[in-house]
């Protein structure tokens, strides 16, 4: 597996190319980007600004692991507005054609929502309705994905939808394509479930992947820790992953940054993955290595 960090984890008036360096020089081998409604990587990007972020990769050596976006929650595919739905496809089919265009295999698609607590004055929409215009939303992008070449990965996220591994995985197969999947938040389940469980349900519709940590006796947005900080059973969720032969990106998407010296959650994040994920072995104290060497 690789080890991608996403540009939320960096504080908000980072730009690109910052942390692209920041990424490089932490040790990741990638980093995912966001698509904004304006800005560096905006709704107007074009050829221009790929080729400019491109250039900044290849000069770092730094893969770009997956395209995300936020816009979902301004335009979701649920909204009892029709306009709003639209403008929500057009977003993905934007994303689609940018991802294409940088070479990322999926990208990260919120589907809507019944309610989101974090947002003050959120729409409610009901469950049933909300579940067939996100169905029928993807199922028409669908076709745009496969020619793209590229996967739309549905998140699991505090959205009050698709509240169970079950579910989505019936979702997803009721779509019916190879070009959509999930991108599976292993912290955003920890409050109601195991993460573990998730991955072996889903099995290979998982087409990427976020670490998070979350600990339940906090709840809430203040339940989200740093890597190994919290409830995840990352031996367990590593040895799922394996068992459905993952080996596409884990990206860590550290929320919310540090207030002080922010830049040092991307550093202690990519040492907390490389011990995830066994490319370093976990540091003991010099008694616990030696008591070990003697049993």
Same mark, same amino acid.
């Given at each position: ?107 990260? !698609?919120?589907?809507?929502? $019944? #309610?989101?607590? %974090?947002?003050? +004055?959120?729409? @409610? ?49 009721? !779509?019916?394509?190879?070009? $959509? #999947?999930?991108? %599976?938040?292993? +912290?955003?389940? @920890? ?105």
């Amino acid at each position: 597996m690789k080890k991608g960090i996403n540009i939320w984890s960096f504080s908000g008036n980072t730009s690109i190319a910052e942390a692209i360096a920041l990424s490089k020089d932490a040790g990741f081998d990638g980093i995912e980007l966001s698509l904004n409604e304006s800005g560096e990587l905006g709704l107007q990007a074009g050829d221009q600004e790929v080729k400019q972020i491109k250039a900044r990769l290849e000069e770092a050596e730094l893969e770009i692991a997956g395209l995300a976006t936020g816009l979902y929650w301004d335009y979701p595919m649920t909204s009892n507005d029709p306009v709003v739905r639209e403008k929500a496809m057009d977003i993905c089919k934007k994303q689609l054609e940018l991802a294409a265009a940088f070479g990322v295999d999926a990208i990260l !698609v919120i589907p809507g929502a $019944v #309610g989101v607590d %974090f947002i003050p +004055g959120a729409a @409610v929409v009901d469950y049933e309705y909300a579940y067939n215009r996100a169905q029928e939303s993807i199922s028409q992008l669908a076709p745009y994905a496969q020619s793209a070449g590229v996967s739309i990965a549905i998140e699991n996220v505090w959205n009050k939808f698709l509240l169970s591994p079950l579910e989505l995985r019936t979702f997803i197969d009721e !779509v019916g394509s190879d070009f $959509v #999947g999930s991108y %599976f938040d292993v +912290g955003n389940v @920890v409050y109601s479930g195991y993460p573990e469980h998730w991955i072996r349900i889903l099995g290979t519709r998982i087409k990427k992947v976020h670490f998070k940590d979350y600990r339940r006796q906090a709840g809430g947005l203040h339940g989200f820790v740093d890597l190994l900080a919290g409830d995840v059973n990352y031996p367990a969720v590593v040895e799922a992953l394996r068992g459905i032969h993952y080996d596409n990106y884990v990206t860590a998407e550290m929320i919310p940054p540090y207030n002080h010296y922010s830049e040092q959650i991307i550093y202690n994040t990519s040492k907390s993955m490389d011990v995830i994920l066994g490319r370093t072995p976990s540091l003991r104290p010099s008694g616990a290595r030696q008591h070990q060497s003697q049993s």
